[in-house]
């Protein structure tokens, strides 16, 4: 069965540092992978997709992510944090089947320190 | 602007009175979707609807039911809630030529 793994659940950051987040799959062939952003009271944003191609795919506010498929992972990186970046932030792979559904992990919360 | 609402935001009820959840998109999407988000699961998916008058079961799906009877809307409902179902619900309407989610402002729901 398809799966995510966050295996960060906190971190937190000092605003100007480099932020990379942990995400890893598991699923049997090449999936579509996702990262999305939920800030406080607010709906999931999405950040950033990969699809296919080029392993590292630009996202919105400054984000990228490296798709490795030898390690199964799909690491969310930040080279500098603002204090806008505190927010929760989900891996997900899918989507599957007639459902269109997309498995997440269990979300990393990230705080960011002044 | 592309747009997912949900009505109410927020809720605090009691165990077995029935109550709905609506969802409302604005693109015209076949699939939509709903999840309840709980600390440390992430989200899981409830029901989902592939077009009007279609709609299955997800991975969670007792307690709740759904209807389509118009494409734009989706709601979700709870025949006699209990505390269990005390969660974040998120709609999402599915572009299925780029993949993409979009999610509603979500739910808070409290069941007492």
């Known amino acids: 069965a398809q799966s995510v793994t966050q295996p960060d659940i906190h971190i937190t950051v000092s605003e100007g540092a480099s932020l990379e987040l942990r995400c890893n799959y598991s699923?049997?062939?090449?999936?579509?992978l996702f990262w999305y952003v939920q800030s406080p009271g607010q709906g999931l944003q999405l950040l950033l997709k990969?699809?296919?191609?080029?392993?590292l795919v630009q996202g919105i506010k400054g984000f990228e992510a490296e798709f490795k498929r030898s390690q199964s992972s799909f690491n969310l990186r930040k080279p500098s944090v603002h204090w806008s970046d505190a927010a929760e932030y989900f891996c997900?792979?899918?989507?599957?089947?007639?459902?269109?559904?997309?498995?997440f992990g269990q979300g990393t919360r990230l705080t960011i320190n002044p | 602007e592309a747009q997912v609402t949900q009505n109410p935001r927020y809720l605090i009820t009691v165990t077995g009175k029935k109550l709905t959840v609506t969802c409302s998109q604005n693109m015209n999407h076949e699939y939509m979707s709903w999840y309840r988000q709980d600390p440390g699961l992430g989200l899981r998916q409830i029901y989902y609807?592939?077009?009007?008058?279609?709609?299955d079961k997800g991975d969670v799906p007792e307690g709740y039911k759904v209807s389509r009877k118009e494409k734009r809307n989706f709601p979700l409902i709870l025949e006699s809630p209990s505390p269990n179902q005390t969660s974040l619900y998120f709609c999402a309407s599915i572009a299925r030529e780029s993949y993409e989610q979009y999610f509603g402002p979500g739910t808070r729901l409290t069941v007492t």
């Open positions: 699923y049997g062939a090449t999936p579509y």
């Open positions: 997900a792979v899918g989507p599957f089947g007639g459902a269109q559904k997309l498995v």
């Open positions: 609807s592939m077009n009007v008058e279609v709609t």
């Open positions: 990969y699809f296919s191609g080029d392993t």
